[in-house]
C-alpha cells in the first residue's frame, strides 16, 4: 500500500517502523498547505491511496480554520483518503490555569471529530491516546532536526496508525467466543460461589462483562464455548450480578465436547469463516488445542495477573475489533442472526419450494444510491465466500464509482416475514462502450439460495440494454461454491474462468 506523510513535523522516520507500507515523498516538508490547495501539486496526482497528514499545533503558522478548509478542499477535489491527527498543545502552558489553551485543543478537536463525520474519506488518528504514556517526547531532535517523538513515541504511534489502516482495508473480526469459568466469573460454576460482584476481584469480572456488552452494542456477535454441564452454565448468566444475559449469547456451546469442534460448529452455524471468530479462554491448553486444530482463530494469551484483565482486553478489542465506521447492520446484526435461525428452522420442515413460497420474499435494488456506500465498501472487504473477484474497496473506490458515468452500482435490500436484513448484496458493472463487464458480484451468505442470484442476474441484463456481459470469476481458497455461478445462470464460456453473455445488439 502506497502512504504519503506530509505536515509541520518530521515523521519520516514512520517508514521504518511501518515496513509493509511503501512510503511516497511528493511533498516537500513543511509544504503542506500549498500542496492541499494547489490542484497541480504532485499531492494531487500522488499514487499514493492514503495520505497522513500529521500537525503540530504548536508550530501552525496559519488559523486552525484555514487548515480546515484546506483539507476539506483536498478531499473533496481528489477524493482520495485522509488521516489527520487529533491536536495536542505542550503538556506545559504559559497560561496555566486560566484554561485558554485547554479551552482551544479541545475546540479544535471538537471541529476535526465534526468534519470527519461529514466526510467518509477523512480520518481522525487519536493522538491523545498515545499522549497519555510517558517519555515519548525526545526535545534534542526536535530543535535538531524537528522529530519530536522518540523511539518509544514512534512505535506506539505506527502501531495505532496501523491498526487504523488494517480496519479501514479489512474491517474488523465478526465473533467473540468466550470461555465461562475464570473467565467470565471468578471459579468455577457449580462447585463454589463464582467471584461476581461489584468489590475485590469479582469486580474486575463484573467490568470485564460490561466490556463485552459494549462491544456487543458495536455489533460484535458473542459465544460462549465452555465446558460445564449446560444448566450450571445458564446459571452462571442468571447470576444476581451477572451484566451479560442468556440472550446476549447467539450461540451457546456448553458441554463437554473439545473446544476446537465447538467452535468449527459455531463458525458454520453462523456461515462465517474461522479467521472471523476471537476466542477468549484463561486455560493454555484449551488455547493450545484450538491454536493447533484451527489455526485461523484468533485465540490470545490471557493474562497471568487477573488484575490487568481489562486493560489486556481492550488492547484485544483495538487489535481484532476496531471499527471506523458503524453501519445499521451492524447495529442489527444480532437480531439478523436470530431471523436466520428461525428461517434454518423453518427450512428444516418444510420442502425446499414451501420453504421459499412462506418467507415472502421482498428484494429491492439501489442504482448508484450514496446513502449506504459505507455498507458497500464494508461488503467488499468483508466478504469471501460469495465473492466472484474478491476486490476490496474503500469508501473511496465506491464513490468514484458511483460518480463515473462509466460505472453502474447495484445494491441489493432483502427482507422477508422474519426480518429485514439490509443491504446484503452488491454488484459494480463497467460500462464500455461496446459491451459490459462485471467487476463485482458479492452476496452475503446469510441470503444465499432465496432466488436473490436470479433477481440480480435479471436486472444486470435490464441495465446492459442488449449489450454482451463479460464476466470473470477470480478463484480463491474461500469462493469455490461460485466457481459455477455464471454458467448456471447461461453464460458462455469463454476461456478459464471467463464468460459471455451475449446480448441483442
Known sequence: MNIEVIGNINMNSLKFYMKDYNFIENCAFGNYIL?????????????????????????????????????EYFIVKTKKTLIINSVIFKPEYIDS????????????????LEISKIYSNLFLFDLNKISKYNDIIDEKYWYMARIKYNKKGFELISNELNNLIQTYKFGSKKVLVLDMDNTLWGGVIGEEEIQLSNDGIGKIYLDFQKNIKKLKELGILLAICSKNNYEDGIAGLHHINSYLREDDFLIKKIN????????????????????????????????????????????????????????????????????????????EKQKQYEAKFKRDLLSS???????????????????????????????????????????????????????????????????????????????????????????????????????????????????????????????????IQTKDLYSDFGYEKLEENKYIKRGKS
Open 349 to 479: 420442515n418444510n420442502s425446499y419450494e414451501d420453504f421459499l413460497k412462506n418467507l415472502n420474499i421482498e428484494i429491492d435494488f439501489f442504482i448508484n444510491d450514496e446513502e449506504y456506500i459505507q455498507r458497500y465498501s464494508q461488503m467488499t472487504q468483508k466478504t469471501n465466500q460469495f465473492n466472484l473477484t474478491t476486490k476490496r474497496y474503500t469508501v473511496a473506490d465506491i464513490t468514484k464509482f458511483i460518480k463515473d458515468n462509466t460505472f453502474t452500482v447495484i445494491a441489493v435490500n432483502y427482507r422477508d416475514k422474519f426480518g429485514n436484513e439490509g443491504i446484503t448484496g452488491l454488484v459494480i458493472l463497467d460500462n464500455k462502450d461496446n459491451y459490459i463487464s462485471i467487476d463485482t458480484f458479492l452476496l452475503s451468505c446469510r441470503i444465499l439460495k432465496r432466488g436473490v442470484e436470479a433477481k440480480l442476474f435479471q436486472k444486470i441484463e435490464e441495465l446492459s440494454k442488449g449489450k454482451n456481459i463479460l464476466a470473470e470469476y477470480i478463484p480463491t481458497s474461500k469462493n
Open 35 to 71: 500542496d492541499l490547495f494547489d490542484e497541480n501539486s504532485s499531492l494531487y496526482t500522488s499514487k499514493s491511496e492514503m495520505i497522513i497528514l500529521f500537525i503540530d499545533i504548536d508550530e501552525l503558522t496559519i488559523s486552525f480554520d484555514e487548515l480546515v478548509t484546506a483539507i
Open 256 to 331: 463437554w465436547n473439545d473446544k476446537a469442534s465447538n467452535i468449527q460448529q459455531i463458525a458454520q452455524e453462523l456461515n462465517l469463516g474461522e479467521s472471523s471468530i476471537v476466542f477468549i479462554d484463561d486455560n493454555p491448553v484449551e488455547r493450545s488445542l484450538v491454536q493447533e486444530f484451527l489455526p485461523e482463530v484468533n485465540t490470545p494469551d490471557f493474562p497471568k495477573d487477573i488484575y490487568t484483565l481489562n486493560s489486556w482486553f481492550l488492547k484485544v478489542v483495538n487489535k481484532y475489533f476496531a471499527k471506523i465506521n458503524l453501519t445499521q447492520e451492524d447495529l
Open 97 to 112: 490555569f486560566l484554561n485558554d489553551t485547554l479551552e482551544k485543543e479541545l475546540s479544535y478537536n471538537q471541529k476535526l
